[in-house]
T-cell receptor, first 115, second 116 residues
């Protein structure tokens, strides 16, 4: 079975600080990887995704993530956070070849950015 | 519509009651998914439809959970004889195609179910 670990449950930063949220998964096969974000009062939306190719993936709003296969990791980064980045962030994986929408999510990381 | 619509937004049920949760996907979206999100957890897959066909129901936690999508558009998730452990946010998501590898999921805002 697949599982996803997000070790940081709540991260608090000041504006302009750098961000890195950890995500590790357990699955022996090939995976597709995702980061979803949920802003306060809004629905889940896709931040970025990795299927193949360049392991450094750039998403919306200046976010990026790096797939490190040897570490089973897909950490999310942003060089300089803004107050509007306050949200909950979910890492998710999907086994390559399975139904794409059958995602395994981590428990999420709440990011709070102070102005 | 502009997005995935779910109703009701909140539902309070007494233990033992049956509930029905509705999902209206984006028009033309073939694939529809239901997820359950318990407090403090990430969403967990429940079931998947491709048009009206329920292709995967392996995530449904018990036979009290039933989902349908009879005309390939609106879907209903029904929970019979609700229990306190059913309290969660139920999320619906849809995507345009029968999934190739680059499909994007669009999520609704969810129905928050509280069982007392």
């Amino acid at each position: 079975a697949q599982s996803v670990s997000q070790h940081n449950h709540h991260v608090i930063l000041s504006e302009a600080a750098s961000l890195e949220l950890g995500c590790n998964y357990s699955y022996g096969g090939t995976v597709n990887l995702f980061w979803y974000v949920q802003y306060p009062g809004q629905h889940l939306q896709l931040l970025l995704k990795y299927f193949s190719g360049d392991p450094l993936v750039k998403g919306i709003k200046g976010f990026e993530a790096e797939f490190i296969k040897s570490k089973f990791s897909f950490n999310l980064r942003k060089p300089s956070v803004q107050w509007s980045d306050t949200a909950e962030y979910f890492c998710a994986v999907n086994a390559r070849g399975s139904t794409l929408g059958r995602l395994y999510f981590g428990r999420g990381t709440q990011l709070t950015v102070w102005p | 519509g502009a997005g995935v619509s779910q109703s009701p937004r909140y539902k309070v049920a007494k233990r033992g009651q049956d509930v029905a949760l509705r999902c209206d996907p984006i028009s033309g979206h073939v694939s529809l998914f239901w997820y359950q999100q318990a407090l403090g957890q990430g969403p967990e897959f429940l079931t998947y439809f491709q048009n009206e066909a329920q292709l995967d129901k392996s995530g449904l936690p018990s036979d009290r959970f039933f989902a349908e999508r009879p005309e390939g558009s609106v879907s209903t998730l029904k929970i019979q004889r609700t229990q306190q452990e059913d309290s969660a946010v139920y999320l619906c998501a849809s995507s345009f195609g029968s999934p190739p590898t680059n499909e994007k999921l669009f999520f609704g805002s969810g129905t928050q179910l509280s069982v007392l």
